[in-house]
Structure formats: C-alpha cells, structure tokens
C-alpha cells in the first residue's frame, strides 16, 4: 500500500465528516492504494458511530480515554502504507498527493516532508521551497514508514504542543532529514473546539523544556532557561496572563521533570536544533544583533 491517512480526532464530528470527505476525493482515482485511519480520542459527541454509519470503509480505532497527540501511535501501528499522511479532524489535503510521494520515493534520506499549511496560526506557505527544517506543523506531514519503524512514533510523555518538534530531534538524530514540500497544499480549517490559549502555553513551555531536558546532552541548565525565558516573551503580543500561563508550564515542567528519562541524542543533533530551534535561541539576541549592526 503506498500510503496511509492517519487522523486524531476528539468530540470534532463535523470537522471529521468534512476531512474524511475530501480525503476520499482526492484519493478517489486511487483508492486501493491508500487507507484512512481514524483515532478517535474517547468522543462523547457521536464520531465513532457516525464514521461506522457514513464512512464503513474507514479503519476506526476507539481509544477508551484521550491522550492526546500520542494516539496517532495507535493508527502508526495499524497503517499498512509506506507512508503515513499525518492530518488533524480539522484538516485535509488539497492538492500535491503524488507529487509528494514522488519526492519521497526519489530522496530516502527524507524521513518527514513538511507540506504547505494554509489556514490557522501555524502557516507554512511563506517557508522555503525543499529546505531543511529540524520539525513540522502536525496538521500536515508525511512521515516514512521506515522512519517510524526506526524510532517510533510521537512521545508518550507529551500530551499536547511541540510532539513534532521532538519528533524532529530524533529524525535529526537517526540520520533523517526533514524537508518542506511547497508544491503541496494542505488547509487548515482551525476548528475552535477544544483551542484555549491557556493550554497551548502551558503545554508549549512545559514540553519544550523537557525535550531540552531529555535529550540534550551539552549546556542542558543553560538551554532550559532559555526555552522558559523566551517562551514567556509573549508577554509582549499576547499579555500578562499568557505570560503567567508560560510560567505555569515552566513550575510544571521542574516538578514532573523526574519521571522523564534522559535520552541525549549526538552532540551533532544537539547542535543544529539549538541553533534552529526558536525556543533554544539567546534570550537578549535581539540586543546582540543591534550592538553588532552599529559596529
């Protein structure tokens, strides 16, 4: 099978009817080369008995309780395809499918192609046509099954925010790269069910300290200030309160960090997601750049 479709979905219903449909669409010509996999993440709003009633082809996987972004781990291990097309219940490929595998097939150093990503705040389209990147927005990814079958799937220590980011760490680290595909089109259509910013912050700080935690293996103390310090810099955008939703994450983040064993990846991997990565970068690097200019 060429490739596998797999979508979380919790108490999105509407949402999930929409993605299904347009999947099916573009995959109509093709059909036998692809499945769809659905996780429901424990809907009480009607999802499973509406994808068994509308969609009977459809693979549904009924996760008894929601945990979040790592029950995309449950339909990796179901998916037969040689590649799985990551999506939200909110999202849906528009265009670009075999352009996509295509590129994949003729560059197996690729272990995750990032596709263009328009709707919502985490938009893609103003990235870099085939560069590098040291992650991916969750919504609209392919990752190799090779890949997976390698390192495995999303970490089951982080609930929501920032997986993807850490799932490029370990790509990065198993000699993978991560590339951007523009020539791909992928909507977000950014339901506002299950959204608050207070969530998004505190899991956002918390998570993104403890991938520094586990797998950095140089400055470890250093980068973690860093990660709390900049991530609390919304201060400035979004106010106080999402600012005191960071530093929630960060208290979080120092009285849960015992149960994380530590994983460093190479001193190579560590390098470039440091310097790529927005969270590990100076705090005052603005002030360094200024003082630079007027040199």
Known sequence: MKASFVIVNYNRKAELAITIEKTLAVI???IEDYQIIIVDNASVDGSPAMVKERFPDVVLIENPVNTGAPAWNLGFAKAKGDYFIILDDDSHMESGLNETLSYLDSNPDVGVLALNITGGNYETSEWIDLSETIGFIGCGAILRKVLYDKIGGYADWM???GNEWEYGLRCINAGYKIRYFKNSNVIHRTSKVNR????LRFFTTKNEMGIVYKHFRKNRLKYLLRVWVNNMKVIKTEGLM???YCFRGGINFIKTRKHLSLTPV????????SKEFWGTQPVFGFITKRLKGAQ
């Not at 608050?196 to 969530?199: H, V």
């Not at 190479?266 to 997601?273: I, T, W």
Request: no cysteine; hydrophobic share 30%.
């Open 28 to 30: 109509k010509y093709n």
């Open 159 to 161: 609930f929501l925010y």
């Open 196 to 199: 608050t910013n207070k969530r």
């Open 242 to 244: 999402s600012s005191w």
């Open 266 to 273: 190479s001193n190579e991997a560590q390098l470039k997601f």
